[in-house]
């Protein structure tokens, strides 16, 4: 069955070609910009300015912000200084943002000579925040009200104004610019008197956030408080913005990508893995492997050390991999747990001690259970279904042994390579599988051999 996007594409292709413009245009004016932009994305150089020209302005706008920084430049050069400047006045000013931060510098020039006066310069101040701060993500165009102003006052206010706004659900209330309150829309529409002053029905105690605040934190706030928008104050506690719960979602989903990339020691991409080259994939992903190909040197030197153990007991040899992969994987879990508590605030490095003892718990009772489990597998299958000669009792205690202990190591490092991490001000994610597994395989080899030695008398 083929998808609707398909089906969808098929079909404005086919009214294209016929040129049946009118029908174009009013299948286009049914669908969700995110659908539309879906499609466009796909589509050919030449057929995608003809399809966006038959948007409606305020569809177009929409639709340009949800499309591709590869197919938004396209249109854009295609764009007469009239249709550039239609499009970009129609964007509210954290889309804007957004779009030039994508563009190349010629690109975004004439964006800039394109906006009005008023919507350049609110671009500008946006782009001088940091990248990763709340500033960089907020919008400007917010509704904001006076304490003396009534409930009337207030609903006219909201009828003049309210269409260039973001979001007009929330109110802001400002004395000389300062975040005084907040007043919803069903606060005002439900007071009994329209005489009624703003001071009386807002809120006073508002959670704000300045403007150099890291905008994953912001955006972890509208998960804890269930917010739809969050007033942003420059040093002073002058109100400057407000970041809406879209622009924080879209924060968290970049956020959560960089992290699974890194954990898959991958350096972060900029684009969606369909539209990325095959070099750009190449050159994300090689410094890891470099990096990971180098330190099992580690690896290596253990085993060489131990190459005379390894000939006296062969049978040694065949659980070198099961030992490696359960303690890369028990410790994989803790960090990956770990990181996540981290990354939504209920873990700080003040909680290291708290951390491991409640690891070294977990460890015993998954090493326990590990080792009973490997105890049966070795008696069962390599000692009686395969008929192994070389292992022995003393061999299959020294597996048992070590599996119990390297589970306990692997969980311990785990919950404290994160934490140290990010004290030392780096991302807990880069170390959470290449570099933890690459430490917990010479910890394993390590223990296996210290322990084959003392018990077999190698």
Request: charge should be negative.
């Amino acid at each position: 069955m083929a998808e609707p996007s398909v089906t969808m594409e098929s079909t404005l292709l086919t009214l294209l070609t016929e040129k049946k413009y009118s029908s174009l245009r009013d299948i286009l004016n049914t669908m969700n910009p995110f659908d539309i932009a879906a499609i466009f994305d796909g589509l050919e150089e030449d057929r995608l300015p003809l399809l966006f020209r038959l948007l409606p302005k305020e569809l177009a706008a929409d639709t340009f912000v949800e499309m591709s920084p590869d197919a938004q430049e396209l249109l854009i050069r295609g764009f007469s200084d009239s249709e550039l400047k239609e499009v970009i006045n129609e964007l509210y000013v954290d889309d804007a943002v957004d779009i030039v931060e994508e563009m190349p510098a010629n690109v975004v020039r004439r964006i800039l000579t394109q906006a009005d006066p008023d919507m350049r310069k609110q671009i500008n101040e946006i782009l001088r925040y940091p990248e990763d701060s709340a500033g960089s993500i907020m919008t400007t165009e917010y509704v904001s009200l006076r304490p003396g102003m009534t409930v009337e006052e207030a609903i006219k206010r909201l009828r003049r104004t309210g269409i260039d706004k973001e979001t007009i659900y929330t109110c802001y209330v400002t004395k000389d610019r300062r975040l005084v309150g907040l007043v919803t829309v069903k606060d005002l529409l439900l007071a009994e008197d329209d005489d009624e002053p703003i001071s009386a029905l807002m809120e006073e105690n508002v959670i704000s956030v300045s403007t150099m605040e890291d905008k994953e934190q912001v955006a972890q706030m509208f998960s804890k408080y269930n917010f739809l928008a969050l007033p942003v104050v420059d040093n002073e506690g002058r109100m400057v913005g407000i970041v809406t719960f879209d622009d924080a979602m879209d924060v968290l989903e970049a956020e959560t990508t960089e992290d699974m990339e890194k954990m898959a020691a991958m350096m972060p991409s900029e684009k969606p893995y369909l539209k990325s080259s095959v070099v750009s994939i190449w050159k994300n992903r090689i410094p890891w492997l470099m990096l990971l190909m180098v330190s099992a040197t580690f690896t290596g030197m253990i085993l060489n050390h131990f190459e005379n153990a390894l000939a006296a007991q062969i049978a040694l040899t065949s659980f070198i991999p099961m030992l490696m992969d359960t303690a890369g994987n028990s410790g994989t879990q803790t960090s990956v747990t770990v990181i996540r508590g981290i990354a939504l605030g209920e873990i700080k490095f003040s909680d290291l001690m708290r951390v491991i003892w409640k690891e070294v718990r977990v460890a015993v009772l998954c090493g326990l259970s590990l080792a009973v489990a490997a105890y049966l597998k070795i008696l069962l299958i390599d000692k009686l279904l395969l008929g192994e000669q070389g292992v022995s009792i003393g061999v299959m205690f020294t597996v048992c042994i070590t599996m119990a202990m390297t589970v306990l190591f692997a969980k311990m490092v785990g919950g404290f390579l994160p934490l140290v991490t990010k004290k030392l001000g780096f991302d807990p994610a880069v170390i959470a599988s290449p570099l933890l597994t690459t430490i917990v395989d010479a910890l394993s080899l390590l223990v296996y051999f210290q322990v084959a030695t003392a018990l077999l008398h190698l």
